[in-house]
């Protein structure tokens, strides 16, 4: 008889049921078999399926997105027991609570750290939990290390800080990047594109400088250019490989056609970069090493053409973007995140000892509609990006990178899974960072 009884408990345990229809997810019920036939095993017979369901709401030791069992006592792990514990302590008055889950802190000190620095991140103020913000000497003695004058940065780099501090110190200072893992190829992902059209155009630069480049011209350098990048890529499926390809074979005809007639800009440089180690494919005037703008900043890069103006010989830097030109084109350093165009001017004023009348953002395709962004390069301009760069080396040096993402900023955020998914949630209960608002704020 015993035996039976424990046998029935077993079975209701294994009766695992999900509801007759969540309604928001449109999910069936789909009762367990294994759960059905223990039941005809012990009683010898199958109940009717409506008393089936009844037996296993009443008897369920766990719940839909909390496993663990109502009763911490019917635990069959210390994981179980955690959880059960818990919830019971979510669920009791916030006065009777205190105090039931202190055994976490004392067991594992591990689990400790962890839960006090998840408190912390909640706080109205900001701490050490928040990201890269190490009050200590030693800390900021670490990071003098990676100051502007002290360490190389690109200028894509610098432009993660506007966003999220805390960005730019995984990118920047501790250079973590993300996994790379083979995806379903159903469209050109963007660095891929962006990559094949600025190695097309760098292939096509010497026939534009000596005299101009034809349709059949560019048409072949794209077909040399893709295969090259479809024997290293291997794409999985060529159907549509190639029809992106086509894509920007009608990108690159209508760039070509408007470098033609009227265009009063001759291109003197294509790729010419400073303080890379890659040397592959890039201006014979390229420096090896870093150029130091303003106050000692040191900057690396490499800026995809230098032109000439015909008649009164300006200068102009462009960059080439195969994305979507955004709605508001920047004045001056874009809020932080488009301080790209100075910094390449005055580089190219360093490296070329000529001065830079314009430097501009050109997007370069249909779905940039062929727009160009230029941001003249003035001293109100250059006062700007000293500013901007004063709040980013200030913000090193007094290790201050707090995760304090911008509006939007988490949304394709390589770095997600370090922070988690509400930062801007979590930030907004902090009081404000005024050099960081600073920064965003300015044109």
Known sequence: MRLRIAAAAAADRLIVSYPRMDVAQGRPRVPSFYAMETVRAVEGALPELRQFERRAERGAMTRLGWPAPKDKALSIDAFEFDLASIHAALSTPRGEARGHGRYLMELN??????????????????????????????????????????????????????????????????????RESPVPLDEMDPLTRGALFHTVLFRLFPLLRDGGASIADADRILDETAAQYEDDLAPAIPRVWRGEVEDLRADLHGWLRRQGAGNAWEPIHAELAFGLRDRSERDPSSAAEPVALLDGVLLKGSMDWVERHKHSGDLRVTDHKTGRAPGKVPLRVGGGAALQPLLYALACQSLLGQPVKFSRLYYATQRGGFTSADIPVTEEASEALAEALRIIGDS?????????????????????????????????????????????AML
């Open 109 to 178: 000190r591990h689990a400790g750290r962890s839960l006090r620095q998840r408190r912390q991140r909640w706080e109205r103020r900001w701490s050490v939990s928040d990201g890269l913000m190490g009050q200590d000497e030693e800390s900021r003695a670490i990071l003098a290390r990676f100051g502007l004058q002290v360490r190389a940065y690109s200028p894509s780099t610098l432009q993660h800080f506007a966003a999220c501090p805390y960005r730019f110190a995984l990118h920047g200072i501790q250079q973590l990047r993300p």
């Open 396 to 440: 090193i040096r007094r290790s201050l990178l707090p995760a304090a993402p911008q509006t939007g900023a988490c949304q394709y955020c390589d770095y997600r899974m370090v922070c988690g998914p509400r930062e801007e949630e979590r930030t907004r209960r902090k009081p404000p960072l005024p050099e960081l608002d600073r920064l965003r």
